[in-house]
């Protein structure tokens, strides 16, 4: 126990300091979570799908939980089950092993389905590309509405994508003609 206290004592605080708020983030989060409630009028729920990624796009869809961002806060929760989801947010190449899981997670969410892509990887197939292991993209496998680059994506960015989605999912049920 004493070698822990001299070293934090040896090396100080090795924190970093909370952001500040030069953007306007937190007038932001106030207009997402009067977003989400006007158009969808109660809690988003999302499942989330690893599909093979490097984890870098969960550490920050994690970072969403934390006090700062405080996801919960705004009216969206993750769920464990597809059939309980509004949205899947999907993270990584679709690798080959995962392919199938992601089509039954898909095929198990009911109407409206929302499909947001998070990270290069989950956009484009990332460094990953497609390859014996890999399929590339998730649009290659289940249909996307929306994807949110970067390597990883800050929070900030995952949540405007999921707002897009909702919105774009709001504009179309609004939509006296559709398309079949």
């Known amino acids: 126990m004493w070698k822990i206290i001299r070293q934090v004592a040896k090396n100080g605080i090795r924190t970093e300091p909370m952001p500040q708020d030069s953007g306007g983030v937190r007038a932001e989060f106030g207009r997402i979570q009067d977003d989400v409630l006007d158009i969808l009028g109660r809690a988003l729920t999302i499942r989330m799908v690893d599909a093979g990624s490097c984890n870098g796009c969960e550490l920050e869809i994690n970072a969403l939980g934390n006090p700062y961002y405080n996801i919960e806060g705004l009216g969206i929760k993750f769920v464990a089950s597809p059939r309980h989801a509004d949205m899947l947010l999907v993270t990584g190449p679709v690798s080959l092993n995962m392919a199938v899981a992601l089509k039954r997670t898909y095929d198990a969410t009911p109407e409206p389905k929302l499909v947001v892509a998070v990270g290069d990887c989950g956009c484009d197939g990332g460094i990953f590309g497609e390859s014996y292991a890999s399929l590339g993209p ?43």
Do not use: F, M
């Open 138 to 180: 998730v649009s290659s496998v289940i249909p996307v509405d929306v994807v949110v680059p970067g390597c990883p994506p800050p929070p900030i960015e995952i949540l405007r994508g999921i707002l897009t989605a909702v919105r774009r999912c709001r504009s179309t049920s609004a939509d006296p003609v559709q398309s079949s």
